[in-house]
């Protein structure tokens, strides 16, 4: 078990751009979770997914963001028209339904967004 | 809504002396507890964790918490610190649908001097 994988771990896009990253989890784990860190600051939630469900959404989340979990594994995060705004610490992190508290999350590196 | 407070942005500390990071959180029911250390460009570990029972609890690293209900605090502990507890510090409360969604504090940057 690799624990839990992000790639790329940076990007640097231009304003307007859009961006895709991809999460793979610890492969039993059946929840996998969107966070956004940005600077001094703690970890926002995003989303999160209950196999392929995307089971709640963030206010955060605006428009311009969709995630995806097609097959209950890997997750992607697609940022559409990035703004500067969007520059922060994307967080991936995977847990068990039922261990979810007993076991908590393990996070990912996660991948650092640069909007110039 | 649910909230955390982690009322010091940085804390420095000699290596050897004895460590408290204050916590404290806001929710209207049972709160399921956690601290979190991130260290540079990595992800986000868990230390411990508090749900019931014993308001004292033992995590990783030789830290330990105290969870107060009448303080509404979760404040973490360790007796002598080394120069690789540096790190960045997250005390997170378990809310939101189905209780999965962790809210965060702002962090407390830990420096420990020689």
């Known amino acids: 078990d690799t624990g839990v994988s992000q790639d790329p771990r940076h990007k640097i896009t231009k304003r307007g751009q859009n961006v895709t990253f991809r999460c793979d989890p610890i492969?039993?784990?059946?929840?996998l979770y969107w966070y956004r860190q940005t600077l001094g600051q703690g970890p926002e939630f995003l989303t999160y997914f209950q196999n392929e469900a995307q089971l709640e959404k963030s206010r955060l989340l605006s428009d311009r963001f969709s995630a995806e979990r097609p097959k209950g594994s890997f997750s992607t995060l697609e940022i559409q028209r990035t703004e500067q705004g969007d520059s922060a610490m994307y967080l991936c992190?995977?847990?068990?339904?039922?261990?979810?508290?007993?076991?908590?999350?393990?996070f990912g590196s996660g991948t650092r967004l640069t909007v110039v | 809504a649910q909230s955390v407070t982690q009322p010091d942005i940085h804390i420095t500390v000699s290596e050897g002396a004895s460590l408290e990071l204050r916590c404290n959180y806001s929710y209207g029911a049972t709160p399921y507890l956690f601290w979190y250390v991130q260290s540079p460009g990595q992800g986000l570990q868990l230390l411990l964790k508090y749900f019931s029972g014993d308001t004292l609890v033992q995590g990783i690293k030789g830290f330990e918490a105290e969870f107060k209900r009448s303080q509404s605090s979760f404040n973490l502990r360790k007796p002598s610190v080394h120069w690789s507890d540096a790190a960045e510090y997250f005390c997170a409360v378990g809310a939101g649908s189905g209780y999965s969604t962790l809210t965060f504090g702002k962090g407390t940057m830990l420096l420990v001097s020689p």
């Open positions: 992190a995977s847990s068990l339904v039922a261990g979810v508290w007993n076991y908590g999350y393990t």
């Open positions: 492969s039993e784990h059946n929840r």
